[in-house]
Every structure is written in structure tokens, then in C-alpha cells.
């Protein structure tokens, strides 16, 4: 009985030790960088980067801005005289990607970087991103989910067409902030088509839509050829992102069948072929679709004919 007074000390020392430790180990990570001598007369660039990674890792010589900026070592000793050359202004978009990929450069994001479309269409890192970038204002919009700026914001200043489709009706919820583009696209160089992030379209569609995979005992040819053929990724004005209205789409297809499946057939038309209004037209299509009937259009694993036709 008389050690477990010592036992209760000894385990007090330890905590202590330990909060102490703790607390110095976290000063030490958080700790704030060193000023480096730049800041003197660039404040506002110091400023920008200097809660980012970038400025994170500087130190009082300034080695983060030499790192992009070049050696100041002769601009140090006279500002005036010796300025410091601008490697971003001007410069070909290959040498303004240089900058960067000598420390990105080892990126497994940045592996098809030569072989990707941005590259070789010459735009440039800075196009994109700005190190020093001006501390931005909330975007306040309807049915917005996030704080962060919307990336399809910076990519519809040159993909205006997808950005057009993007304000359809029917989308992906980009505008909201819930899917980005570089959700399905890697804009830092792929060698698949459209810098998609899988191998194909439909594997990239997958990635989220797990429950059209398959296998299925019944399969839609074209939904395992490409989900292309029925959707439009990035807006449409069809319900379900569809390139078009059923029964429209399923008519590119399915021009012949068990049932007739063109709109209307000889003398169902609204109007005879002889000019004159027909008094008992088809009702077939009105308020009706074919995924009324053909609800497991993706695939089917019922039996028989309900899952052949894609009924169930």
C-alpha cells in the first residue's frame, strides 16, 4: 500500500514529461518562418505566400524565392543596379513550366505532363495558377456547397463550350462545388483521350456510377461500348444528362422491333398522309417513354424474357 503514493507521482512526472514534449514538438512544426530579407521591399508577395507551402519552407535568405525568381545575390547588394530578371514575363510557356517542374517536377500528377494537351497547346503553369494570387472574395451563388473557389471557373476561361453545357438544366453539380474537373480529367498531362483520369470513358464513369458496372446476365451493348452514346458529361438539356429524349435516342438504335417503334405508323399520325386530321391518332409516345416499360436499360439480371428486354 505504501508504493502506490510513488506509483501516482511517477505517473504524474510522465504526463507532465510528455504534455511538455508535446507542446514543444507542435511549437516547433507551427513555428513560424523566418522573415526572409526579400519581404524588405516585396511585402505584399511575402505577404500572399507566406501561410502557403511555399513560404512555409523559406528562411531569412529568401531560398523559397530564389528557388523560382533566381539568384538575388547581386540584386541583394545593390537593388538598384542589379534587377532581378523576370523569368515570367514574356517568357515562351515552356520556360515558365520549367520554373515549376524543377521541384514539382517529380509529381506522379506530372508524369504525362510533355505528352499531355496543355503542354503542347503551350499553355503554361502560371496560366492556371498564381503563387502570389490575391486573397479571394467569397463566391456567394445559389445552391453553392463550398467556400473554395469553383476550378470550373479557372477551366471555362478557355473551355467556354464546356463551360456553356455546364449551365444546362441537367449537370453534374460542378457550379455547386460537389464535382470538380479534375475529378474525371487530369490536367496536368495524361495519354488517354480528353486527359481522363482511367483508362477509358466508362471506367472514369465507374469511378462514381459503381452500380452500372456490372456484370450483368443481360447487357445494353452500348452502355458497355460507351456511355457516351446515350449521356452528355457535361450538360444537357435532357433530363439524366441524355443526348437526347427518349424515345428520340432509343430511335437511333431501335428503328425495328417487336412492337412498332417509330412515333406513329401508317394512318396513326395526327395528320394523314392525304392532308386530313386523323380522328383516332396513335397515343403510343404521349406522356410515355420507353423507360416506362425498359426500366433496366443499364443491364438486367432477371430471368427470361423481363430481363432480356430489359423489363426488370
Known amino acids: 500500500m505504501s508504493r502506490h503514493p510513488n506509483h501516482r507521482r511517477g505517473f504524474i512526472a510522465a504526463a507532465l514529461a510528455l504534455l511538455m514534449w508535446s507542446v514543444s514538438y507542435a511549437g ?3 513555428a513560424q518562418p523566418a522573415t526572409p530579407i526579400c519581404a524588405g521591399c516585396h511585402e505584399a508577395s511575402h505577404t500572399s505566400i507566406a501561410m502557403q507551402p511555399h513560404g512555409a519552407k ?3 535568405m529568401g531560398s523559397m524565392c530564389q528557388a523560382c525568381h533566381g539568384d538575388a545575390s547581386a540584386h541583394l547588394q545593390d537593388p538598384i543596379k542589379n534587377k532581378m530578371v523576370n523569368k515570367f514575363k514574356g517568357a515562351p510557356a515552356e520556360e515558365k513550366s520549367a520554373v515549376c517542374l524543377t521541384c514539382h517536377g517529380g509529381s506522379r500528377h506530372l508524369s504525362f505532363w510533355e505528352s499531355g494537351k496543355h503542354a503542347k497547346n503551350d499553355v503554361a503553369c502560371s496560366d492556371c495558377h498564381n503563387i502570389h494570387d490575391k486573397t479571394r472574395a467569397l463566391h456567394v451563388a445559389p ?3 463550398t467556400s473554395r473557389p469553383i476550378e470550373a471557373d479557372t477551366c471555362g476561361n478557355c473551355h467556354k463550350q464546356v463551360r ?6 441537367s449537370h453534374h453539380p460542378i457550379l455547386e462545388g460537389k464535382v470538380k474537373c479534375s475529378d474525371c ?3 496536368h498531362g495524361a495519354l488517354t483521350h480528353a486527359m481522363l483520369k482511367h483508362e477509358t470513358v466508362n471506367q472514369q464513369c465507374y469511378s462514381c456510377h459503381a452500380d452500372k458496372r456490372g456484370p450483368f446476365v443481360f447487357s445494353h451493348p ?3 461500348e460507351n456511355c457516351l452514346t446515350c449521356h452528355t458529361p457535361h450538360g444537357s438539356n435532357h433530363g439524366k444528362l441524355l443526348a437526347d429524349k427518349a424515345p428520340n435516342l432509343c430511335q437511333d438504335c431501335h428503328v425495328t422491333g417487336r412492337h412498332p417503334t417509330n412515333f406513329y405508323g401508317s394512318g396513326q399520325a395526327w395528320i394523314l398522309p392525304n392532308g386530313t386530321q386523323n380522328s383516332s391518332p396513335s397515343t403510343r409516345f404521349i406522356a410515355r417513354g420507353c423507360l416506362n416499360c425498359h426500366n433496366a436499360i443499364h443491364g438486367s ?3 427470361a424474357d423481363r430481363g432480356k428486354a430489359f423489363i426488370r
Request: no cysteine; proline share 17%.
Open 28 to 30: 516547433a512544426i507551427y
Open 58 to 60: 523559406n528562411d531569412a
Open 143 to 145: 445552391f453553392t456547397t
Open 164 to 169: 456553356n453545357a455546364t449551365l444546362k438544366p
Open 185 to 187: 480529367h487530369n490536367p
Open 222 to 224: 452500348p452502355v458497355e
Open 301 to 303: 439480371n432477371a430471368p
